[in-house]
């Protein structure tokens, strides 16, 4: 059985352009959620989907967006780069919405922006 | 609105000698709280869950939990530290009253450990 999968693992971009990246939950799960984890930093909310809606959002601008597909697979949008977005990007699954609900990480994507 | 805050940003041990990483947590509504390791370019792993069942939580590679409501503590202990427990450490709580198992992260407790 696969776990959380994401793609690519690495990628550089310079300020200004646009990024998406990609998040495929472990077999059985509905709900994506992302997290930003900087550099020396705990991971940060972005944003969760469930039934292909955001249903939380974290603290993020509106630079950030994503979409949740019919298979339960996940993007990851991100507009405008900034350097401060230079993170590792984690997509977690869950089954189902609520709290008491284990989330299953994936490897992350490393994003640099130049 | 829930926090958690992390006590010790880094903690040293000796292989074979206990290990103690602090937890404090705040939360509007009963809490899930869990503990997930992250290894030098590894993903996140969960070691443990408490979910409002047993206040003391046993997981993987030999940590356990207490859950302290009265402290609202969640602190991590090992009995015997091992060289590859060396790793950092991210205490989370998730409101389960809130219906959303959105996660907020401590800034981490690196587990530094000699020979």
């Known amino acids: 059985d696969a776990g959380v999968t994401q793609s690519p693992t690495h990628l550089i971009k310079t300020r200004g352009q646009q990024v998406t990246l990609r998040c495929s939950p472990k077999?059985?799960?509905?709900?994506v959620s992302w997290y930003q984890q900087a550099l020396g930093q705990g991971p940060q909310f972005i944003f969760q989907?469930?039934?292909?809606?955001?249903?939380q959002r974290g603290n993020f601008p509106d630079r950030f967006s994503g979409h949740q597909f019919p298979n339960y697979s996940s993007e990851l949008n991100v507009n405008a780069l900034l350097l401060g977005d230079s993170a590792l990007y984690l997509c977690?699954?869950?089954?189902?919405?609520?709290?008491?609900?284990?989330?299953?990480f994936g490897p992350g994507t490393r994003l640099t922006v130049l | 609105a829930q926090s958690v805050t992390q006590l010790d940003s880094h903690v040293s041990v000796s292989e074979g000698t206990p290990v103690l990483l602090r937890c404090n947590y705040s939360?509007?509504?009963?809490?899930?709280l869990f503990w997930y390791v992250q290894h030098p370019n590894k993903g996140l792993q969960l070691l443990l869950k408490?979910?409002?069942?047993?206040?003391l939580v046993k997981g993987i590679n030999g940590f356990e939990a207490e859950f302290k409501k009265s402290e609202t503590s969640f602190h991590l202990t090992k009995p015997s530290a091992h060289m590859s427990d060396a790793a950092e450490y991210f205490c989370?709580?998730?409101?389960?009253?809130?219906?959303?198992?959105?996660?907020?992260f401590g800034k981490g407790t690196m587990l530094l450990v000699s020979p």
């Open positions: 989907y469930y039934e292909e809606e955001e249903r």
């Open positions: 989370v709580v998730s409101d389960r009253g809130s219906g959303y198992s959105t996660l907020t």
């Open positions: 977690a699954s869950s089954a189902g919405l609520a709290g008491f609900r284990e989330q299953f």
């Open positions: 408490y979910t409002s069942a047993a206040t």
């Open positions: 939360s509007s509504y009963s809490p899930s």
């Open positions: 077999s059985g799960h509905d709900t």
